[in-house]
């Protein structure tokens, strides 16, 4: 089955900087890659996903990449804020049948 | 995206006891599916919750343990069964159409003394 493995587990940036977090994932198959955004006692939510016909995807601060090939895709948040603290995950799956295999995932600290 | 709601949002239960967990959507889906978060952990699946037949569990996961009704395409719900300490974790389920995201309740968090 599918293995998706996220880096790094912990990130501390300073306000304003930008943060990427990393992951990389086993199976060829797997075609869309969302990233979730969970806030302290809070469900995960949906923040930016990318499927692998488009190499890159913005919306607005947030950007994801995608390497097809070296099964990579990354997601990256530019002029960080102290409301962008939060653990990250990302995931992999099949297009179709929504069997999604989570990333271990990232806690973002940003400090002010 | 789809409004869930997951009820009850905690609880603490007494241990061999057993807790259903409810998740309601305000639209119909394809899919539910049920996780386990421990804190500070990712997301781990526990089972799909199929309409009109039986559940397909992950491995490590059973159905004497977690029993899953879906009666329909709006409902479902989860029990923990017989429940131990080890059981203490967050329960969360999640929502999905044929090739879209999948998007979350808001979890139960559920303390075994």
């Known amino acids: 089955g599918e293995n998706v493995e996220q880096h790094p587990s912990t990130l501390s940036v300073q306000e304003g900087d930008s943060a990427v977090i990393k992951c990389t994932y086993s199976d060829s198959a797997s075609n869309y890659f969302p990233w979730y955004k969970q806030e302290l006692g809070k469900r995960p939510q949906l923040i930016i996903d990318i499927r692998s016909n488009v190499g890159e995807k913005k919306d607005q601060r947030i950007a994801v990449t995608l390497n097809k090939t070296a099964k990579h895709f990354s997601l990256h948040i530019t002029e960080t804020q102290p409301e962008d603290s939060a653990v990250y995950f990302c995931a992999a799956l099949p297009g179709g049948y929504q069997k999604v295999t989570f990333g271990t995932g990232t806690k973002l600290q940003v400090i002010p | 995206s789809a409004v869930i709601s997951q009820k009850p949002s905690r609880d603490i239960c007494q241990r061999g006891t057993s807790l259903t967990i409810q998740c309601q959507v305000d639209s119909q889906v394809t899919m539910m599916f049920w996780y386990r978060q421990q804190p500070g952990q990712s997301l781990t699946l526990i089972a799909t919750a199929n309409q009109g037949s039986e559940a397909t569990y992950e491995s490590g996961f059973v159905i004497d343990k977690f029993p899953i009704s879906r009666p329909n395409l709006t409902f479902s719900t989860l029990t923990v069964s017989n429940m131990s300490p080890e059981d203490s974790s967050i329960y969360l389920c999640?929502?999905?159409?044929?090739?879209?995201?999948?998007?979350f309740g808001d979890g139960t968090r559920l303390s075994i003394l």
């Open positions: 999640s929502v999905g159409n044929f090739n879209q995201p999948q998007h």
